[in-house]
Every structure is written in C-alpha cells, then in structure tokens.
Nanobody, 123 residues
Framework: HVQLVESGGGSVQAGGSLRLSCAAS????????MGWFRQATGKGLELVST????????YYGSSVRGRVTVSRDNAENTLYLQMNSLTPEDTAMYYC?????????????????WGQGTQVTVS
C-alpha cells in the first residue's frame, strides 16, 4: 500500500515562501504522475502542479504559474513544491497525489493515492 506524507506547510506572511515536501513510501518504476492539489475552505479541489516521474514534464495551474516550481528527487522518493510570492489566495490545504496517465494535468487522469495534506496559511 502506497503512503504519501506531506510536510512543510505553515503560516507565512504575504510575499513569503514555503517549500512543501511529499515523501512516498516506495520507489515507483515506470511512468507515473505526481501532482500537488489544494483545497481552500468552502471551495473545490484545485490542481496546482504536476510532474511525471520519467521525463520530468511539468505543468502549473494558471493561478500559481510563475510563482511555484515542482521538482522530484527519485533517489529519495520525494516530491517538492517551492512556492514564492505567496498571497492570501494561496491559503489552502495542500495535497500530493500519485496517479497514472499519459497527461498528468488532464482532469481525467486518475490519482489513486493521496497524502493527508499540509495546511498553508498566508496572511
């Protein structure tokens, strides 16, 4: 059973930065999608960023493009999300997820495994 554990969330002032991490319990062979999603209170789930585990192709949602960078460390089975120039609109619970699909950013791509989330609060 795959486990994903996020960390790195917290409270930060507007304009600040945070680096989220997502540690996977095992190494994945083959091509997978890893994604960061977020959900603000009272709102739906929003795709923040994705990266595939082979070619390193990345995708960023329009609300974060230019301010965040997704990366992975295959040796450590860890996914990262560097977030800069944070605004109060970035306040949300952030989740990492693992899925399979040809296009990681496609809404039809199934993400089968999810972490418990890490809270980001920007004031």
């Amino acid at each position: 059973h795959v486990q994903l554990v996020e960390s790195g969330g917290g409270s930060v002032q507007a304009g600040g930065s945070l680096r989220l991490s997502c540690a996977a319990s095992q190494y994945f062979y083959g091509s997978y999608c890893m994604g960061w999603f977020r959900q603000a209170t009272g709102k739906g789930l929003e795709l923040v960023s994705t990266i595939d585990t082979t070619g390193g192709i990345t995708y960023y949602g329009s609300s974060v493009r230019g301010r965040v960078t997704v990366s992975r460390d295959n040796a450590e089975n860890t996914l990262y999300l560097q977030m800069n120039s944070l605004t109060p609109e970035d306040t949300a619970m952030y989740y990492c997820a693992l899925g399979t699909g040809a296009y990681c950013y496609d809404p039809r791509t199934p993400y089968q495994y999810w972490g418990q989330g890490t809270q980001v609060t920007v004031s």
